[in-house]
């Protein structure tokens, strides 16, 4: 059974940062593409950034790049989302995914996720 599980949200004024961590389980860590969607009420989920197994390829969305950094850490089987200068609008609840490594190609789409976490809230206070 492959778990996936997000920490790190909270409370944060704007230009802030917070750093999410998400950690999976269940398989070899390496096995997976991992990405990073957010997604408010009566909204579709929102792609933010993902990352290749090997860590040496990511992809972003317009919305936060220069903003958002994912990293991972293959040893801790965990992957990072670094989010600085936050704003309002970026208030949300994010979620972590898990995409078996088929190919080596990063998908923007939630569909091609196979697994999520619970998620967690980020409030930006204005």
């Known amino acids: 059974q492959v778990q996936v599980v997000e920490s790190g949200g909270g409370l944060v004024q704007a230009g802030g940062s917070l750093r999410l961590s998400c950690a999976a389980t269940?398989?070899?860590?390496?096995?997976?593409?991992m990405g990073w969607f957010r997604q408010a009420p009566g909204k579709e989920r929102e792609f933010l950034a993902a990352?290749?197994?090997?860590?040496?390829?990511?992809s972003y969305a317009d919305s936060v790049k220069g903003r958002y950094t994912i990293s991972r850490d293959n040893a801790k089987n965990t992957v990072y989302l670094q989010m600085n200068s936050l704003k309002a609008e970026d208030t949300d609840v994010y979620y972590c995914?898990?995409?078996?490594?088929?190919?080596?190609?990063?998908?923007?789409?939630?569909?091609?996720?196979?697994?999520w976490g619970q998620g967690t809230q980020v409030t930006v206070s204005s």
């Open positions: 995914a898990a995409r078996l490594r088929y190919t080596n190609v990063i998908s923007t789409r939630s569909r091609d996720y196979d697994y």
């Open positions: 269940g398989r070899t860590f390496t096995t997976y593409h």
């Open positions: 990352i290749r197994w090997s860590a040496n390829s990511a």
